[in-house]
T-cell receptor
Framework: ETGVTQTPRHLVMGMTNKKSLKCEQH?????MYWYKQSAKKPLELMFV???????ENNSVPSRFSPECPNSSHLFLHLHTLQPEDSALYLC???????????????FGEGSRLTVL | AQSVTQLDSQVPVFEEAPVELRCNYS??????LFWYVQYPNQGLQLLLK??????LVKGINGFEAEFNKSQTSFHLRKPSVHISDTAEYFC?????????????FGKGTMLLVSP
């Protein structure tokens, strides 16, 4: 495995379900990010973890709960979501700690979430 | 803080024609600049980046971009497009040496190449 891997690629869930999205980076990077991409809307930065510490949380509802157990793994736990949460969730990593260096991001393929 | 404006939300073009996707940015300090491409149902992939040096930057798939500091622009060009270039293109900027800042993305431009 190389790069940034996201699983599952597709997820359908009901509003009362609990599910998790997983991201793994095999690049030895120091920061990881969750973005939300909805149709007709700009990319939204949700969370940033740098050296395994959360450094940014952009007013994301508490029904989204991130977890970063180590520098290679990032999870997004989902609970009692709404239909408007349906979107493509993108994970990214950067070589340097968040905010440092050029800011170049390496993205995974995304997890397409549909909330019924 | 920095911002990015992609003036065109959609650019239709015929195969083998040239194309230019426009990107303007706003920043009070020097910046790093990027173009990313997103094919349907995929993540974002780096096309090219300007970090320093020559203002003409060449990327993958025959794309190039020119950094114009006076115009605060970083337009993306390709002399002859293929059907396979149909995708969404994002311009992004990050301020240099200005404390904590992450990439700021534009809203994207959908390039539609038809036969």
């Amino acid at each position: 495995e190389t790069g940034v891997t996201q699983t599952p690629r597709h997820l359908v869930m009901g509003m009362t379900n609990k599910k998790s999205l997983k991201c793994e980076q095999h690049l030895g990077h120091n920061a990881m990010y969750w973005y939300k991409q909805s149709a007709k809307k700009p990319l939204e930065l949700m969370f940033v973890y740098s050296l395994e510490e959360r450094v940014e949380n952009n007013s994301v509802p508490s029904r989204f709960s991130p977890e970063c157990p180590n520098s290679s793994h990032l999870f997004l736990h989902l609970h009692t979501l709404q239909p408007e949460d349906s979107a493509l969730y993108l994970c990214a990593s950067s070589p340097r700690p968040a905010g440092e260096g050029t800011g170049e991001l390496f993205f995974g393929e995304g997890s397409r979430l549909t909330v019924l | 803080a920095q911002s990015v404006t992609q003036l065109d939300s959609q650019v239709p073009v015929f195969e083998e024609a040239p194309v230019e996707l426009r990107c303007n940015y706003s920043s009070s300090v020097s910046v790093y600049l990027f173009w990313y491409v997103q094919y349907p149902n995929q993540g974002l992939q780096l096309l090219l980046k300007y970090l320093s040096g020559s203002t003409l930057v060449k990327g993958i798939n025959g794309f190039e971009a020119e950094f114009n500091k006076s115009q605060t622009s970083f337009h993306l060009r390709k002399p002859s497009v293929h059907i396979s270039d149909t995708a969404e293109y994002f311009c992004a900027v990050k301020a240099m040496n200005s404390g904590y800042s992450t990439l700021t993305f534009g809203k994207g431009t959908m390039l539609l190449v038809s036969p």
